[in-house]
C-alpha cells in the first residue's frame, strides 16, 4: 500500500484492501474516503471497506468520481467529507490521481 501525502491531514492512495483497514488505523488515520466508483474493475466494493473501517473505529465516507470526469458535485461532496470527518484522512481510487485532483478543485472551491 502507498500513501501519498498531500498536507498535514490529507492522504492519498491507490486502491486498499480489507485487510490494509487495520495498518491505516495503526499508522494514526481517522477516517477514510473512497473515491473509486464500485463499478470500476478491480475495485473492492466500498461497503466491505466501509464494513472494516467501521469494526477498526474509523469513519468512512463513499464519494465516487468516474476516472476524467469529475463533477461539481462531487468538489461539493468531497469539501464537506473534508470538513467533517476527523483527521488525518486517508482518500482512495484506483491510482491516488483522481483523489489528488479532487483535492485541488476543493481548494479551488474554497478560494
Same mark, same amino acid.
Given at each position: 500500500?502507498?500513501?501519498?501525502?498531500?498536507t498535514e491531514d490529507y492522504f492519498v492512495s491507490?486502491?486498499?484492501?480489507?485487510?490494509?483497514?487495520?495498518?491505516?488505523?495503526? %499508522?494514526?488515520?481517522?477516517?477514510?474516503?473512497?473515491n473509486r466508483p464500485d463499478t470500476e474493475d478491480g475495485a473492492v466494493p466500498h461497503d466491505e471497506i466501509a464494513a472494516a473501517a467501521?469494526? %477498526?473505529?474509523?469513519?468512512?465516507r463513499y464519494?465516487?468520481?468516474?476516472?476524467?470526469?469529475?463533477?461539481h458535485e462531487n468538489v461539493v461532496e468531497q469539501n464537506a467529507a473534508l470538513a467533517e470527518l476527523p483527521k488525518p484522512i486517508l482518500a482512495y481510487c484506483r491510482s491516488g490521481g483522481r483523489c489528488t485532483n479532487l483535492y485541488a478543485l476543493v481548494q479551488q472551491l474554497q478560494a
Open positions: 500500500m502507498e500513501i501519498r501525502q498531500i491507490p486502491q486498499i484492501a480489507i485487510e490494509h483497514v487495520a495498518k491505516i488505523k495503526e %499508522a494514526g488515520f481517522k477516517s477514510i474516503i473512497a467501521q469494526e %477498526a473505529g474509523l469513519e468512512f464519494i465516487p468520481v468516474v476516472s476524467g470526469a469529475i463533477t
